[in-house]
């Protein structure tokens, strides 16, 4: 996967594979305390797509600061 990603790139065009996928998934879960399905990275294509996801759906606003100490 790229390591110059950037919040709108899609993660499967810059090389992520359903490994990435699940070890981000399972960091994302332990950090944040919120169940995340895979499906959701396939529909929610870009790192901001999947953070607006999961803010519409799981998380509170206060949470966005512990996600970029990530």
């Not at 990603?5 to 594979?17: K, N, Q, V």
């Not at 490994?19 to 919120?34: A, G, P, Q």
């Not at 790192?47 to 100490?69: A, F, G, T, V, Y």
């Amino acid at each position: 996967m790229s390591e110059s990603l950037t919040l709108d790139d899609d993660l499967f065009e810059s090389g992520a594979d359903s490994l990435n996928i699940v070890s981000c998934i399972i960091r994302l879960e332990e950090y944040l305390k919120v169940s995340i399905d895979i499906d959701d990275f396939y529909l929610y294509r870009t790192p901001r797509k999947i953070l607006n996801h999961l803010l519409q759906n799981n998380i509170n606003s206060e949470s966005i600061d512990d996600i970029e100490k990530m």
